[in-house]
Every structure is written in structure tokens, then in C-alpha cells.
């Protein structure tokens, strides 16, 4: 397991944590975007890029955990595109001391990583963030329904929702419900791309993942990147048989290999 050192962080009303390599300056800042719902903490794909020299920080969206206002489709995009203004003032401390984290000489959100439904949220972020240069895209749901391509989602998103508004009422403080509903109904895709800058895609889906169906995902992730992140983006997507939805069993030894050859 990689030695990890946590810190706690509210900048802006928004909250999270971050996590860096004790030993060693990070190289540059990774952007954690959880799930729906998500749980804090350094778990497999943090601690697979802390051991890839980065700093990575751990979002809390708008209206979940700490971080203030109300958790919508809208707001929280815009909240992981400000916390990322945040990071580039290199001004970012510690809740406890108030010491300066330290992130690194120029501290810049170059990649930008999701799990799940962190993927929606992060990857419309990632095409408003132009320092992000690669997005990591695991059990990556991306959209619903079929329009304007089928997104290979099996997940019921407002069963989803109906459970997270029973299971967590002080985590996820909901805003706009018809927003989500509208989202989950497949008939909110498409936030705006235009001028998106060229973004390296890596996704990893699990061919055991009952969220989706594997077999479209593959073949229709071309489409479905254009579609999020504009026709200069550069997609590849990995296939891992045997593997569920959780991000331990997607980041295999030759997953992690083959995201390190496409890193720079």
C-alpha cells in the first residue's frame, strides 16, 4: 500500500482533502471526482497517483460533506472547476494550522480522475479546466439513455437518487430535483464544449459491472467522448474481465501499467 500524508482543506466554502507522498515533491496536482454517492479517504485509485508522484485532492461537491450550498448538476461542475482556480493560486491550506499544503512549486490541476458517476460531473468540469491535460475515467458514466449516443448505462439513476436522499440527508443536500431528474431520464446530456482544448482519455470499464453494458461502452466510446469532450479529444478504453464497478478491481497490474505508458 503506498505511505500517504492527509490533509484536510476548505477554500471558497468548498471542502475536501489531499494527499500526497511524505517523502517527495509532487510533480503536479490530480483531481479526485467520487462517486454518487462517494466516501472520503485514499482509496485505490488515490493511492495509485500518490505513487505516481502527484499530489491528489479529493473533492466534496458543492452541498455534500463540508462544503457549503446545495448539491445540483450545475453547481456541482462549476464547484470542481473552482477548486481548481483554487489550486493554480498555489494559496491552499490546511484547515488545522492553516500551514500552506504543500502542492509543489506551481501547483496546477493536470489530471483530472473520476469513479462512477464522479465521471459525469469531472469530465464536464475537465472541458472547463484547460490545464487538465489527461482525464482517467473509471467505470466511467458519462451519460444517460441514448441520446445523442447510447451511453451503455444500465443503472437506474433515479432509483440512485431516491436511495442517496434516504441513505445520506446530511452528506447530499440536495438542490434542484427536477434537475437530477431530468439528468438521470437521459434528457440532460450535453453541457457546452465548444473550444475545448485536446484531452488524453483513458477509461476502464469492467466487463462483471452490472452498471453497464461493457460491450457498448467499448465500442461506442469514441462516440461517447466526442460527445463530452469535443472531437479533439483523445480516447482509449480498457476492457478488464472479471472486474465489477470499484476501482480496486478496474486498476489491475496491467491497467496500471498501461496508464502509466500513456501518461507523459
Known amino acids: 500500500m503506498q505511505l500517504v500524508k492527509r490533509y484536510s482543506y476548505r477554500q471558497g466554502g468548498l ?8 517523502d517527495r515533491v509532487p510533480e503536479t496536482v490530480a483531481l479526485f471526482c467520487f462517486g454518487f454517492p462517494g ?10 497517483l ?21 448539491f445540483a448538476p450545475d453547481s456541482a461542475i462549476s464547484s470542481v472547476v473552482e477548486l481548481a482556480q483554487h489550486v493554480a493560486t498555489g494559496n491552499f491550506n490546511e484547515v488545522k494550522k492553516g500551514k500552506r499544503i504543500p502542492l509543489g512549486e506551481h501547483p496546477t490541476v493536470k489530471i483530472l480522475a473520476g469513479h462512477s458517476f464522479g465521471c ?3 469530465g464536464r468540469a475537465a472541458t472547463r479546466i484547460r490545464s487538465v491535460e489527461t482525464v482517467l475515467l473509471l467505470a466511467p458514466i458519462l451519460g444517460y439513455g441514448h441520446s445523442p449516443v447510447n451511453y451503455g448505462v444500465l443503472e437506474d ?3 440512485q437518487l431516491e436511495y442517496v436522499q434516504r441513505a445520506r440527508p446530511h452528506t447530499y443536500r ?14 440532460r446530456n450535453i453541457w457546452d464544449n465548444a473550444g ?8 476502464v470499464v469492467g466487463q462483471n459491472d452490472p452498471d453497464f453494458d461493457s460491450h457498448i461502452i467499448v465500442s461506442e466510446f469514441p462516440a461517447i467522448a ?14 478488464v474481465s472479471e472486474a465489477g464497478h470499484g476501482d480496486s478491481e478496474l486498476l489491475t497490474d496491467e491497467v496500471r501499467e498501461w496508464i502509466r505508458t500513456k501518461l507523459p
Open 120 to 122: 459525469f460531473l469531472g
Open 50 to 70: 500518490v505513487s505516481l508522484g502527484h499530489a491528489v485532492v479529493v473533492h466534496q461537491y458543492s452541498g455534500t460533506y463540508d462544503s457549503d450550498g446545495v
Open 15 to 22: 471542502a475536501g482533502e489531499v494527499f500526497l507522498d511524505p
Open 174 to 187: 440536495f438542490g434542484d430535483l427536477d434537475a437530477w431528474r431530468l439528468l438521470f431520464r437521459g434528457e
Open 196 to 203: 475545448t482544448p485536446s484531452k488524453r482519455l483513458l477509461a
Open 39 to 48: 466516501n472520503m479517504g485514499a482509496n485505490a485509485t488515490v493511492q495509485f
Open 157 to 159: 439513476g433515479i432509483a
Open 226 to 239: 466526442r460527445s463530452v469532450f469535443g472531437s479533439a479529444s483523445i480516447p482509449s478504453i480498457q476492457s
